[in-house]
DNA sequence: AATGAATGAGGTTTCATTCAT
DNA sequence: TATGAATGAAACCTCATTCAT
């Protein structure tokens, strides 16, 4: 029993073992292999050695498709005319953080703490914390923060929103969580307060 | 009888073991084999499997030991008797998970990121945060800190001190970050300000 | 229709298949593959197949190929009128095959020592040996050569010329190796010297 | 079903594996693979690699393998008192080397002529020619061997042994190919020819 | 308590050949 | 006649774990 061919247009082939790796390894990281993806794609094996030259090739193209999905969801921020409401601006990030890293489940670690983010780092220009200094250099020109150091506390913000995420993921109330967020963010940043 | 025997006390043996990972997980978690703990610690592979069942299990005592030894090094703050300094007792508690994890390099993520980081989640009384969340009750009733979430701010904090790490290793000046952890925790605990 | 095809003769289309083929296994035998040869021949993979049925019977092509080119360069030495200088006759051939051996480069063992030449031997017929003892016969008959086996003795003298030729690529000086050859040659097969 | 475990003395067990690597090679060289020679010698995959880090290791193995048994069989020819027969010992070479390159089939081309063989040249210090040379310069010297090149001329004599042993191989009479042999490396050596 | 040879499931990658267009 | 995406049978190699000694 053949299984038919499926002749696809390679870019449609490509995007198809994409999502289906996607789909495994948001379900199971580990445990997902070159087998598995073209299983659950419907090809054969030989076929992903077409697209990707190895497994890691595969979590890289993954993770920029990540990266672009995220930024074209949450837009740049600006673009405004009135006076900026920067802390709204803030939170509309955070929020946005959130729900998309609860929508990446098993992706997170299999992308960003394996062995293959020791061995491709992600670049430094993706990524969210270079965003949020920005916002945060903005804001500041704006006077609508204080006088932190822009790069450093925007990776600990981050840091805290992926934490804040982690939270709500493991089954702490999603509001809770936000207004914690919220809390935080708002107190580091607030230019009322010079210690 | 090639290699004579060494009849070691179980518990030495188990040092041993426990120390040769360690060693070398920090230099390369990946690539860290059963067979290279044992050259490492002048075992024989079989020796590994009387003291450890499977390799998770290593994992597991591994990390226990890193809780321990923590612990140790930074002990419960309080024992005090004129009204205790609270930022500054967490600015203290600060710089030791820095120094600590600056300290681990490679085991990190190894021990809290992978896949074994998955199948065995640390326990809940384990680990700072909880220590943290305790620090900030604490700071709290005394009137040192403000009004915020214990459980989800500790969670946040932690993870910001985390990062702080990160960027230490990565070659940020130390001072710098650790001033900046520092004006992250005041704000973020400061009593002094209601939003 | 991305690259435009290019629609041939087939007997062009074969041709520069073949020469595709020729020149990337002179250069490195193993490591050759079909993907290759269309590649540097400017066709599809498919098209190999149109025009030979297995890879085998690519190499069988070339084989025969290069017979008929040595053959067509080597001309059949007789042709003469007045006595032919037989032993002259012979350090032709010797030098011809020679320069053909050398100038084959990565393609002899591919043809001649490979699981190809086990599973497919070269026709009696074709090749050195025949023409060689064909060679001694006539110039036996004219009292040239002596009382020798001329088939065995044919053979083991062509194996000489080959193994002269590796000499020489190997390294040795191109006129030691000839002059070896030919004293080889001219004592197998003198008429003055009966054991 | 396990397999029971057959526990060996590693000497031992290597030996095995290069024995069944040789009986499957003698037959098919082609064809032969890890997953073969395992089941022929009665182990596991893993087995292998304990022994060989590739499949070029073992063949390597028993290159060497062969040149030391060639080596202990026909034994260094001098030792003698009285005035040496030198035509008669090489002979007796000759004879030796049929003889041992008859009974090794299969072998000969995956150990010479195959891509490993282009990849691991055999060191210059074993092997036949070396032998021969050796052998033609103290004829020399005892003045039963004419003024020939003694390194070239061992080569090509030695080629011509290894394709009377292809032709015996192939059918022909091995009496008429010993005497052809015998009287081409007559030949090729007498003293009492001078061109 | 210790050893280290043996196991074998698991995973990756290659490439001749097929076939839908 | 030509194309090139697709196939899938090999083959290789690794390493946690077992077990006979």
């Given amino acids: 029993m053949r299984t038919p061919r499926r002749r696809l247009d390679p870019a449609d082939r490509r995007r198809e073992l994409l999502a289906a790796a996607e789909r ?12 598995d993806v073209v299983a659950e794609a ?16 595969l979590l890289e193209a993954l993770r920029n ?3 672009d999905r995220f930024e074209a969801q949450a837009p740049e921020p600006v673009e405004s005319l009135d006076p900026i409401d920067w802390p709204a601006t803030l939170r509309g990030m955070a929020r946005a953080y959130i729900a998309f890293n609860l929508e990446m489940e098993g992706l997170h670690d299999a992308l960003f703490h394996s ?21 945060i250099r903005a804001g500041q020109e704006a006077g609508a923060f204080g006088p932190v150091a822009p790069d450093l506390t925007a990776r600990m913000i981050f840091a805290a929103m992926h934490e804040a ?10 509001r809770d969580v936000t207004a914690a967020l919220d809390t935080l ?8 307060f010079a210690p």
Same sequence: chains 1, 2, 3, 4.
């Fill in 24 to 35: 495994l390894i948001r379900r199971r990281a580990d445990q997902v292999r070159v087998e």
């Fill in 42 to 57: 419907g090809a054969a094996k030989g076929t992903f050695y077409l697209y990707f030259a190895t497994w890691d090739d």
């Fill in 65 to 67: 498709e990540l990266f």
């Fill in 115 to 135: 062995d293959f983010a020791r061995n491709r780092p992600v670049p430094r220009h993706r990524g969210g914390p270079a965003r949020l200094a920005a916002m």
């Fill in 165 to 174: 995420a982690d939270a709500a993921r493991e089954g702490e109330d999603l």
């Fill in 185 to 192: 963010m708002n107190r580091a940043l607030t230019p009322e």
